[in-house]
C-alpha cells in the first residue's frame, strides 16, 4: 500500500473514533455506596425501576442505575421491568455459589477487566416482575411473572454493585402458583 493510502485510512479511522466517542449522554456517576447485597436489593424492591427522561424516552431509573456496575452501566444493564417485588432471597450451598461464579467468571473473561474485585457474591432471588404501561396518563403494572434471578453482586471500588444478571423464567412457580387457584 502506498504512504497516502494508509494516512488517509488512518486520518478516517481517527475521524469515525472521534464521532463515535462524541456522545452527550454521560454514564451515570454513581452517588451511593451499598455496604451490603440487602441494601442493594432494598433499592430494587417494590419501586418503579423505569422513568421517562426529559426526552420522554422510556429509560432506568436513577435508583436502579445505583445497584449497578461501571461495566453495566457502559453497556445494557437488560433489567427491564418496571417494577419487581423481591418475594425471596434464596439459600444457596456452596456448591451452587462456585457454579454461579464460574458462569461469571467465563462470561466476564469475555471483556476487559477494567477494575480489580475485592468482593464476588452471588444471591439467589425470586420475584414478582411487572411490565409498566402508561394508560390515560398513569403508569400501570401488569402481567406479573414469577422469576428467579441469579446475581452476583461485586465490589470494585463503588461498594456492592451488580455485575452479573442470569434470569430464568420461573415456570416451577408460575405453575404452582396457577394450582393455587384451581
Not at 466517542?21 to 447485597?37: A, C, I, L, R, S
Not at 458462569?103 to 425470586?126: A, D, G, H, W
Request: proline share 2%; hydrophobic share 30%; aromatic share 10%.
Amino acid at each position: 500500500m502506498k504512504k497516502s493510502t494508509i494516512v488517509v485510512v488512518l486520518g478516517f479511522f481517527i475521524v469515525i473514533t472521534a464521532f463515535l466517542g462524541m456522545n452527550d449522554e454521560k454514564m451515570y456517576q454513581k452517588q451511593k455506596h451499598f455496604e451490603t447485597v440487602d441494601e442493594v436489593l432494598q433499592q430494587l424492591d417494590n419501586k418503579p425501576l423505569e422513568v421517562f427522561d426529559e426526552k420522554g424516552i422510556l429509560t432506568e431509573s436513577k435508583e436502579l442505575k445505583e445497584c449497578f456496575s461501571e461495566r453495566k452501566r457502559l453497556t445494557e444493564l437488560r433489567f427491564n421491568y418496571g417494577k419487581i417485588e423481591i418475594t425471596k432471597v434464596g439459600e444457596l450451598r456452596d456448591n451452587d455459589k462456585q457454579e454461579i461464579l464460574k458462569e461469571y467468571n467465563t462470561f466476564r473473561n469475555e471483556f476487559s477487566k477494567r477494575r480489580e474485585i475485592t468482593r464476588e457474591e452471588p444471591v439467589t432471588i425470586y420475584v414478582d416482575a411487572w411490565h409498566s404501561n402508561i394508560e390515560n396518563g398513569k403508569r400501570v403494572y401488569s402481567n406479573p411473572r414469577k422469576r428467579k434471578i441469579d446475581l452476583v453482586f461485586i465490589d470494585e471500588g463503588e461498594g456492592l454493585v451488580i455485575d452479573y444478571i442470569m434470569e430464568k423464567n420461573n415456570e416451577k412457580l408460575n405453575n404452582e402458583e396457577g394450582n393455587k387457584d384451581a
